[in-house]
């Protein structure tokens, strides 16, 4: 809902600020009073067109500040969070735009600098306007698909066709990248069998590369190991036995341990761990020393080895230890092109069989779609008469298009039409209606799209444009129903029976001020309302009965 409106150097209006609350608000005031300028500051905030005429003169730059409290899952709050925008929860969006005297523009949004486009993005989501300078919401077509299904509570539906859109979608492209596989493996086939043929008979073992370089580092130092283990060995024997030479220490101070009270029994521990470790050392070395390969044939043949592997790991673009993937992948191509594709067949199997899925479930759309159009469009017609647009027919379209704009969304397009005269063909709403006409065919629409609406704030201007007396009251009564107490719905208007439904009331008045002429907003209390809405019956004087009159239009 719009919460407030800041409009400063607009036009006429100098510095103005209002605010407002749900229901319906109703402006009134003299033909050329500076109504439309409210219209175009609101739209300026929301991201209309700028343009440099819309500074007052004199001043360097215009601004409008318009503030939203929309609910917390609201689809702009969506928006903002997904451009990191994101207010504080329950905190207010706030949009402005400022308009410099030589065209250029700037928005924010909780002063945020953003593109206008996004502003307009956002606008879009929290105010649905209608008059004469501009349209959203339901005068755009693709918007209609979706305002329908709402109406006709297909939510479940919905979710089945876009599910199984989702598993046919799959299945195709599943088939698609197969059959480019096997006409790519059918192209190259040879190239693909030699391949396979080489990997063979390399026969890569997983791991083997580090294996091989492994064996290669120490062949090609054995020479300098089997030098230090040499020199090892004539260290632990140039001077007798070193685990003998421990053990004759050992035994000599085993013999006196006895009288040594304890003393000695660590010595001879560490003496027997020493002459353990030292047999283990000796055994390990002489195994290290036979395993050392001087075997210049044998380096070469493990240097072969691993050269080749890692050359053919080269030529793939691929690391060694992928080679027996590789290897495997190419069996499996070579295993479909021997078996005719059988894999591709059941691909196409399955592909068709999600297909059927979908087209079930999109005609179970289709056909409650039908159903939601006839019900919408009984709905509006019902609506249509006391509008004055009794000859005038509305119709939901609903037609099946080509299998190449299938999607999540079904097999249709939805599109809103009228005819304004009998025998007249229907066509867009936007294009059929015009004017007032077309702001009451809105007026019908969003009563019977209350419930369903998100968007919190709809403004209509001449919606009582050509009409009067019961017409009017019509209006009045549809528009006071449309806002209820948790929409907020703002006109502009002129029609005595439209002010006398609104539950706040704004008038617009010029004022005089020097040589400058500026336009202001003020809010009308109860007595002040009912001689605004005297004179819009009586014209410049106001009489008694007129009084009369617009106290009876203001009883309930």
């Not at 067109?49 to 730059?61: I, Y």
């Not at 953003?114 to 929290?126: H, P, T």
């Not at 919401?137 to 305002?147: E, I, P, Y």
């Not at 005297?534 to 008694?544: C, I, N, P, Q």
Request: net charge negative; aromatic share 4%; glycine share 8%.
């Amino acid at each position: 809902m719009l919460v407030s409106l800041s409009i400063r150097d607009v036009v006429l209006i100098e510095r103005l600020d209002l605010s407002f609350d749900a229901g319906l608000s109703v402006f009134t005031g003299e033909t050329g009073a500076g109504k439309s300028i409210l219209l175009d500051s609101l739209g300026l905030a929301l991201g209309a067109r700028a343009e440099s005429g819309l500074v007052r003169h004199g001043a360097a730059q215009a601004s409008v500040t318009a503030a939203f409290d929309p609910p917390a899952r609201h689809p702009a709050r969506t928006l903002l969070a997904e451009q990191d925008l994101a207010a504080e929860e329950g905190a207010q969006v706030v949009l402005r735009r400022v308009l410099t005297a030589d065209g250029r523009s700037r928005a924010y949004v909780n002063d945020q600098p953003i593109s206008v486009g996004l502003l307009r993005r956002i606008g879009d989501e929290l105010v649905e306007i209608h008059g004469q300078f501009e349209s959203h919401g339901l005068l755009d077509a693709s918007t209609h698909l979706g305002v329908l299904d709402a109406f006709g509570g297909l939510g479940g539906l919905k979710t089945a066709a876009a599910e199984t859109w989702g598993f046919w979608s799959s299945a195709r492209k599943a088939r698609i990248e197969a059959e480019a596989s096997l006409s790519k493996a059918r192209a190259e086939e040879e190239v693909l069998r030699q391949t396979y043929d080489d990997l063979s008979e390399l026969a890569p073992k997983p791991g083997e590369e580090a294996e091989l370089a492994q064996v290669r580092a120490v062949m090609m130092h054995g020479e300098k190991l089997l030098e230090a283990m040499n020199a090892a060995q004539t260290a632990l024997s140039q001077r007798g036995d070193v685990e003998a030479s421990l053990r004759s220490a050992q035994r000599s101070l085993e013999r006196v341990a006895e009288r040594a009270e304890g003393r000695l029994e660590p010595v001879i521990a560490a003496l027997d761990r020493a002459a353990a470790e030292a047999a283990e050392a000796v055994g390990l070395l002489e195994r290290a020393s036979a395993e050392i390969d001087l075997d210049p044939r044998h380096l070469e043949k493990v240097e072969e080895r691993l050269f080749r592997l890692r050359a053919n790991a080269r030529k793939h673009g691929i690391s060694v230890d992928d080679l027996v993937a590789l290897k495997d992948r190419l069996a499996h191509q070579l295993a479909q092109l021997e078996g005719g594709g059988g894999d591709l067949a059941r691909l196409a199997r399955a592909e068709q069989t999600a297909r059927t899925a979908y087209i079930a479930a999109a005609r179970a759309l289709s056909k409650a779609r039908c159903d939601a159009a006839a019900a919408l469009d009984r709905a509006v017609a019902a609506e249509l008469p006391p509008l004055k647009l009794e000859k005038a027919r509305f119709q939901t379209r609903v037609a099946a298009q080509d299998e190449a704009n299938w999607g999540t969304d079904g097999l249709d397009a939805v599109g809103f039409e009228v005819a304004t005269n009998p025998g007249s063909p229907p066509g867009p709403l936007g294009k059929i209606a015009s004017g007032g006409e077309l702001s009451r065919f809105m007026l019908a629409l969003k009563v019977v799209l209350a419930r369903i609406s998100a968007t919190p704030s709809i403004v209509f201007d001449e919606v009582d444009s050509g009409i009067g007396g019961a017409v009017a009251a019509a209006v009045g009564e549809r528009l006071a129903r449309l806002a209820g107490d948790d929409l907020q719905v703002l006109v502009v208007t002129h029609s005595p029976q439209v002010a006398a439904r609104g539950r706040h009331h704004y008038r617009v008045a010029k004022r005089q001020q020097g040589e400058a002429v500026f336009t202001g907003v003020e809010p009308l209390p109860p007595e002040a309302r009912q001689e605004e809405i005297a004179r819009m019956l009586s014209g410049e004087t106001v009489t008694a009965e007129a009084r009369a009159a617009a106290a009876a239009l203001m009883t309930p």
